[in-house]
């Protein structure tokens, strides 16, 4: 830190008590200066060689010539800019005693002379000339020191802004923070420490937002000027404006980097914290990530910010860009606000198809696994909720529908009063088609799903099962299950016997081992696998046969949900020929 030191005679100011500063001299003090509830017991001789207004303060207050000779002169200032410790430190260069001056102290010291009328009319190398060459060749040329003392004028305002010393540490410090970093040579931040290497300083490249967090110690109100000044300049990019918003939000937003509870008192004070953040986002699109923004909204929403919509669609048109832990602090109706926004902002526009899908994939696959985790929250998350927000990405698309599944399991897990028409509903948001191995393992195994959930897993892992069978023996044409009729129909599987159901899931793992079995045999005979297909086929023809037998036929125009098999013109006849 730089320092001035004034003056050379030693320090002669003492106490008497908390009120009273006197100088310690052979000579009898012939003016009281008051100060606030501090009285100054001085020479006038000293004050008046150095300061205008003390002149012209004693000079109306002097006594009239019947008053007795050694009546002290008391005069009373109400306000002097830094009160009693800065007009100390102009009554002490007035009498040539030792002041030293620093970041800290320098700005009320030129404020209060500046008040005192301490010019160069005066006297030749009066105070304000002596502070005015510090603060130029020392103080406002260190980055450090410029903080600091941009720090200290808030509390001398006005005065501060008029002798124009809040401007210039503004400018100083975006000059610094917008310098080519190849010729950053000083401490670049002192918040850091560089690395050491048996005592010696290891060379590091100095980073392009090096001086983000030191502008985390200034108020709210000094951070908008020092952004918007270094903005001005146009020399740094937008995504380290960015990263100087993130740094001090982290410092300054309660909980902003934390979820859970946080205690805070003062609202108004941070509403309007959070507000000037949001306001200083710069345009740019991928000027902050998208966690910023996630968790800025839920700052905003939880103290009422004015900024809440617009920051609401800054986060719902880059929600494919979000994670799963970001998303989770938001309730349900903020959620299904989003995605509306996300939907909005994809409507026709200059970008690519393949974009397209994979931001409609990105967010499809974000809601899923918002919703599994919801579920868990059965009083927030009731049916009609759910179906809302996953009919919304329902067309979105997806490699796989695994995570759909997770969340319909999440959802019936927790929610085990819904009755058999609801459970029918939630499970058409799912296609049977598109669930993994895994997940069809789980699936037919899974009593919380309806009858025809099941059918229809059980259904298409045979046909993948058959597929892959007869790909790996070179042939190209799959056995064919009896199709006549839809394995979506729920009046079909309602009459589906449970042991039919026990049965297609024994012919399935016994389809399942025989695959293993003939992965594992380097002669690649189909003996076991083509066994285990067909013993699943006779199952299927069977549930299909007994529904023939008992009359009920489906009409084939019916419609069905994703994952349905629709009706084909082949019989179960012509299939077994096929085979």
Same mark, same amino acid.
């Given at each position: 830190?730089?320092?001035?030191?004034?003056?050379?005679?030693?320090?002669?100011?003492?106490?008497? &008590?908390?009120?009273?500063?006197?100088?310690?001299?052979?000579?009898?003090?012939?003016?009281?200066?008051?100060?606030?509830?501090?009285?100054?017991?001085?020479?006038?001789?000293?004050?008046?060689?150095?300061?205008?207004?003390?002149?012209?303060?004693?000079?109306?207050?002097?006594?009239?010539?019947?008053?007795?000779?050694?009546?002290?002169?008391?005069?009373?200032?109400?306000?002097?800019?830094?009160?009693?410790?800065?007009?100390?430190?102009?009554?002490?260069?007035?009498?040539?005693?030792?002041?030293?001056?620093?970041?800290?102290?320098?700005?009320?010291?030129?404020?209060?002379?500046?008040?005192?009328?301490?010019?160069?009319?005066?006297?030749?190398?009066?105070?304000?000339?002596?502070?005015?060459?510090?603060?130029?060749?020392?103080?406002?040329?260190?980055?450090?020191?410029?903080?600091?003392?941009?720090?200290?004028?808030?509390?001398?305002?006005?005065?501060?802004?008029?002798?124009?010393?809040?401007?210039?540490?503004?400018?100083?410090?975006?000059?610094?923070?917008?310098?080519?970093?190849?010729?950053?040579?000083?401490?670049?931040?002192?918040?850091?420490?560089?690395?050491?290497?048996? &005592?010696?300083?290891?060379?590091?490249?100095?980073?392009?937002?090096?001086?983000?967090?030191?502008?985390?110690?200034?108020?709210?109100?000094?951070?908008?000027?020092?952004?918007?000044?270094?903005?001005?300049?146009?020399?740094?990019?937008?995504?380290?404006?960015?990263?100087?918003?993130?740094?001090?939000?982290?410092?300054?937003?309660?909980?902003?980097?934390?979820? =859970?509870?946080?205690?805070?008192?003062?609202?108004?004070?941070?509403?309007?914290?959070?507000?000037?953040?949001?306001?200083?986002?710069?345009?740019?699109?991928?000027?902050?990530?998208?966690?910023?923004?996630?968790?800025?909204?839920?700052?905003?929403?939880?103290?009422?910010?004015?900024?809440?919509?617009?920051?609401?669609?800054?986060?719902?048109?880059?929600?494919?860009?979000?994670?799963?832990?970001?998303?989770?602090?938001?309730?349900?109706?903020?959620?299904?606000?989003?995605?509306?926004?996300?939907?909005?902002?994809?409507?026709?526009?200059?970008?690519?198809?393949?974009?397209?899908?994979?931001?409609?994939?990105?967010?499809?696959?974000?809601?899923?696994?918002?919703?599994?985790?919801?579920?868990?929250?059965?009083?927030?998350?009731?049916?009609?909720?759910?179906?809302?927000?996953?009919?919304?990405?329902?067309?979105?698309?997806?490699?796989?529908?695994? =995570?759909?599944?997770?969340?319909?399991?999440?959802?019936?897990?927790?929610?085990?009063?819904?009755?058999?028409?609801?459970?029918?509903?939630?499970?058409?948001?799912?296609?049977?088609?598109?669930?993994?191995?895994?997940?069809?393992?789980?699936?037919?195994?899974?009593?919380?799903?309806?009858?025809?959930?099941?059918?229809?897993?059980?259904?298409?892992?045979?046909?993948?099962?058959?597929?892959?069978?007869?790909?790996?023996?070179?042939?190209?044409?799959?056995?064919?299950?009896?199709?006549?009729?839809?394995?979506?129909?729920?009046?079909?599987?309602?009459?589906?016997?449970?042991?039919?159901?026990?049965?297609?899931?024994?012919?399935?793992?016994?389809?399942?081992?025989?695959?293993?079995?003939?992965?594992?045999?380097?002669?690649?005979?189909?003996?076991?696998?083509?066994?285990?297909?067909?013993?699943?086929?006779?199952?299927?023809?069977?549930?299909?046969?007994?529904?023939?037998?008992?009359?009920?036929?489906?009409?084939?125009?019916?419609?069905?949900?994703?994952?349905?098999?629709?009706?084909?013109?082949?019989?179960?006849?012509?299939?077994?020929?096929?085979?």
């Amino acid at each position: 830190m730089k320092f001035m030191k004034l003056g050379s005679k030693p320090d002669s100011f003492q106490s008497e &008590g908390e009120n009273v500063r006197y100088v310690s001299s052979d000579l009898a003090t012939d003016v009281i200066v008051t100060i606030g509830d501090v009285k100054f017991y001085l020479h006038k001789f000293p004050l008046l060689s150095k300061s205008a207004r003390l002149q012209k303060l004693i000079a109306t207050t002097s006594s009239n010539e019947d008053n007795q000779i050694h009546q002290e002169d008391e005069i009373e200032i109400a306000e002097i800019p830094g009160g009693p410790a800065s007009f100390e430190i102009c009554a002490k260069f007035c009498y040539g005693m030792t002041v030293t001056l620093n970041a800290y102290n320098v700005v009320a010291a030129r404020c209060a002379a500046e008040f005192l009328e301490m010019y160069e009319t005066v006297e030749k190398g009066n105070l304000v000339y002596k502070i005015e060459v510090f603060l130029n060749s020392s103080i406002l040329q260190s980055w450090k020191d410029s903080i600091i003392v941009l720090q200290t004028t808030r509390a001398l305002s006005p005065y501060a802004e008029e002798l124009k010393l809040t401007g210039r540490c503004l400018d100083s410090i975006a000059s610094r923070a917008s310098i080519d970093t190849s010729k950053v040579e000083w401490s670049y931040t002192y918040s850091k420490k560089k690395n050491l290497d048996n &005592g010696l300083r290891k060379p590091q490249a100095v980073p392009r937002d090096w001086w983000v967090e030191d502008l985390c110690d200034l108020h709210i109100d000094l951070y908008k000027r020092a952004i918007a000044t270094i903005e001005a300049r146009g020399k740094v990019s937008a995504d380290v404006i960015g990263e100087a918003l993130h740094a001090y939000a982290i410092r300054r937003v309660p909980g902003f980097s934390k979820s =859970g509870s946080v205690q805070i008192t003062d609202f108004a004070k941070y509403r309007a914290l959070v507000d000037s953040i949001v306001e200083l986002i710069p345009d740019e699109k991928l000027s902050v990530s998208s966690s910023f923004l996630t968790k800025l909204l839920r700052a905003s929403i939880f103290l009422g910010c004015d900024e809440e919509t617009g920051l609401k669609n800054r986060v719902g048109e880059r929600l494919d860009e979000a994670s799963l832990g970001d998303v989770m602090i938001y309730d349900v109706d903020l959620m299904q606000s989003l995605v509306e926004v996300f939907l909005k902002s994809r409507e026709p526009k200059n970008r690519s198809e393949e974009d397209d899908i994979t931001a409609k994939a990105a967010v499809a696959k974000l809601v899923d696994g918002y919703l599994a985790e919801k579920s868990r929250d059965s009083e927030n998350l009731p049916l009609h909720k759910f179906l809302s927000l996953a009919e919304m990405v329902s067309s979105f698309p997806r490699q796989s529908h695994d =995570g759909v599944y997770r969340a319909i399991d999440m959802f019936l897990k927790e929610h085990p009063e819904i009755n058999k028409s609801e459970k029918k509903r939630i499970c058409r948001l799912m296609d049977c088609r598109k669930l993994s191995v895994e997940a069809c393992a789980h699936a037919v195994q899974n009593e919380r799903l309806p009858m025809r959930v099941v059918v229809q897993v059980l259904f298409f892992e045979q046909v993948r099962a058959n597929n892959n069978g007869s790909s790996s023996t070179g042939n190209s044409t799959p056995e064919i299950i009896p199709a006549s009729r839809s394995t979506n129909t729920e009046e079909d599987t309602e009459c589906w016997d449970a042991e039919d159901i026990k049965a297609l899931r024994g012919e399935l793992a016994n389809l399942r081992l025989a695959k293993n079995q003939q992965e594992n045999n380097n002669k690649g005979k189909l003996m076991k696998g083509g066994g285990g297909g067909l013993g699943v086929s006779r199952v299927f023809s069977k549930l299909w046969s007994g529904k023939e037998r008992s009359g009920e036929m489906m009409s084939s125009s019916g419609t069905s949900s994703p994952g349905s098999v629709n009706d084909d013109s082949k019989s179960s006849s012509s299939t077994s020929k096929k085979h």
